[in-house]
């Protein structure tokens, strides 16, 4: 049976090396029959030549007859209303995919409207499928160029969706259309690795998302009760999924929602996530073992516009377990609402159930500035406090906040918390923007960073090693967060943790006294790719051995090297390169805060790839 391709203007992903692929051109006025015995609809490797309009076949004949190696080249034009990409086969691993791909110049429009159950809904409906890639740009274009673009005409249940799927890679393509009409063009959902309500059991797992648009309305926005109430859900058991390089806006509840005990070691990382009518990234029942890496998370809620509405965060954490690094957190909370934990990161806890208590997270290395209430807001409710706590706060930029940098706040319930639970900070800068540094302590009201490190008793974190200074930003006004030459926060960051006792000083078992800072990649396939975090060990960073991490045993806290590094007990330990093998360091020491100071360019590391400055708002298109 010959190799196929499908050609339709979607992007091409790289040619399999032991096959000849057949390339099919579709439009959206095709007619010619397939054939994989003749010419029909057959092109060449980024050429339709001859097989534009009519002469191309159309999406449905598509996704009927491809199979397993076809590329299918999506070319310019309008499809229907009940035309998607949903082919009736899977691919059968990486290496063997069926390919949607952009072709040519102008934009590839989808306008599906239908209905359908819960897999098959959408314009890119992957539900049930796996090892299926959608490329919006084209054979020629550069990465990142997005022809294939959703504007639905009226208001419909989904985008698209990727629930129950193996494998599948949706990129460089735009979903919804920012500030789109009358708010009936958008979406109920917007993008699905399943809905927390829907019914039946899915496994979603190995999905890449990835540098993508999607947008999404709130009913206050158009005054309609059509509205996008999650623009991205992950729930059910959705595992090992890639969610990268994205812009996320606007939804009536979360833009970004990791919803479900079972969503576990997804990767979060590098997106600009914003939503001005409640909270921008969440994670919220949701399993542990997720990594937050890179990301700027907004929620810029504006109470004289919607004052019908309930502010949001800019991160909100009811989940453990995660790794929360390297994020910038702003403009969370709304400044009508003092008295509630609301802000930039808030974590909750004690809720019903117990099962969605922010326990044992590690958050480092954030910048959290310019939220209307707090940098940082935790929250007891009701009384079930058990399992709260044992949070690790490191080296994180907490200021600009007209209230307090830290408020703990008990929504009813005890205080008296269980003893051994306290959250512990070490090495971080809180501020406001009145120049007040303190933590607004639950019963106590306001204190200052001597008075905070001081505090005692289960009732309260426990603070070390508090800063108080002038950050000294590049431009704060405009939300430019890099540090300027003259910061003292420059080099100020801690190591995280530390080689214990039961460590032999040689070999690939690295045993430490807290292996929750870093992430365990082992459980990815390569394909995705993932890689282990770096690390330096020794007594001092300049002296210190680089070495990657192979797999992490949280448990009983060791750590698989790469390969073997001398190293003595106390000796301490430091994040040196990120998920994706970028620098994360660039002195003696890591700075305060997400965005790494670089002396000798005179600028900085936005590791992993936060844009200081950037905003949501490129509307559909050829780009």
Not at 169 to 188: F, P, Q
Not at 253 to 273: C, E, F, G, M, P
Not at 408 to 421: K, R, T
Not at 495 to 511: H, Q
Request: aromatic share 10%; net charge negative.
């Amino acid at each position: 049976m010959p190799v196929h391709y499908i050609l339709v203007s979607l992007l091409c992903l790289p040619f399999l090396a032991n096959a000849a692929p057949t390339y099919y051109c579709v439009s959206s006025n095709g007619t010619s029959a397939w054939d994989d015995g003749g010419d029909n609809c057959i092109g060449s490797v980024g050429d339709c030549t001859g097989l534009t309009g009519t002469a191309a076949c159309d999406l449905d004949t598509a996704n009927d007859e491809a199979v397993v190696e076809d590329v299918i080249y999506l070319q310019a034009g309008t499809y229907g209303t009940g035309e998607q990409i949903r082919p009736a086969r899977s691919g059968t691993d990486n290496d063997n995919r069926i390919t949607y791909q952009a072709y040519g110049d102008g934009q590839v429009t989808m306008n599906w409207t239908g209905t359908g159950g819960y897999t098959d809904r959408g314009s890119i409906a992957l539900g049930e499928r796996d090892y299926i890639t959608v490329n919006g740009a084209g054979p020629s274009d550069e990465d990142g160029t997005r022809r294939i673009v959703h504007i639905p005409t009226g208001f419909v249940s989904t985008y698209g969706n990727a629930c129950g799927s193996e494998g599948t890679i949706v990129k460089n393509v735009v979903l919804g259309y920012r500030n789109g009409g009358d708010g009936s063009i958008t979406a109920s959902r917007g993008w699905s690795a399943c809905a927390s309500t829907w019914e039946g059991s899915f496994t979603t797992i190995y999905n890449v998302f990835e540098n993508n648009e999607i947008y999404g309305e709130h009913d206050a926005q158009n005054d309609s009760t059509e509205e996008t109430q999650d623009l991205i859900q992950v729930a059910k058991d959705s595992d090992y999924n890639l969610y990268q390089d994205n812009i996320i806006d606007s939804a009536s509840h979360d833009a970004l929602y990791i919803s479900s005990t079972l969503a576990t070691n997804n990767v979060v990382r590098n997106n600009v996530i914003s939503n001005d009518y409640h909270t921008a990234c969440a994670l919220w029942h949701a399993g542990g073992n997720n990594l937050w890496e890179g990301n700027e998370c907004r929620s810029s809620f504006d109470y004289d516009q919607w004052p019908g509405a309930t502010p949001g965060n800019a991160l909100q954490l009811s989940a453990p377990d995660n790794i929360i690094r390297y994020n910038i957190i702003h403009k969370g909370g709304a400044a009508d609402y003092t008295s509630s934990a609301l802000g930039g990161l808030k974590t909750t806890s004690g809720t019903s159930g117990g099962d969605s208590d922010a326990t044992d997270n590690h958050i480092y290395n954030n910048t959290m500035v310019k939220n209307r209430n707090h940098s940082y807001g935790l929250q007891y409710v009701g009384t079930n406090f058990l399992d709260l706590g044992n949070n690790r706060m490191v080296n994180n930029l907490l200021y600009g906040n007209p209230y307090s940098g830290v408020l703990v706040q008990y929504a009813g319930g005890s205080q008296n918390l269980p003893d051994g639970i306290r959250d512990k900070w070490f090495t971080n800068m809180i501020g406001t923007s009145s120049g007040t540094d303190y933590i607004n302590a639950a019963d106590l009201g306001g204190r200052n960073a001597s008075e905070a490190e001081s505090l005692s008793g289960p009732t309260y974190p426990e603070f070390t090693d508090i800063i108080t200074v002038d950050p000294l930003f590049t431009n704060y006004n405009n939300s430019d967060y890099t540090l300027t030459e003259s910061s003292t926060l420059i080099d100020r960051g801690t190591n995280l943790t530390i080689i214990t006792g039961s460590d032999s000083g040689s070999g690939t078992s690295l045993y430490v006294a807290d292996s929750k800072y870093f992430y365990d990649v082992s459980g990815f396939p390569t394909w995705m790719g993932m890689q282990g975090d770096w690390i330096a060990v020794g007594s001092n960073l300049s002296g210190s051995a680089k070495v990657q991490i192979a797999s992490v045993d949280y448990v009983n806290n060791i750590i698989t090297l790469e390969n073997s590094i001398s190293r003595n007990v106390d000796d301490l330990v430091w994040l040196w390169k990120d998920s994706r093998g970028n620098l994360v360091i660039s002195g003696d020491a890591p700075d305060i805060g997400a965005l790494e100071y670089k002396a000798e360019d005179g600028g900085v590391i936005t590791s992993p790839g936060v844009r200081p400055g950037v905003r949501p708002g490129v509307r559909p298109g050829v780009r």
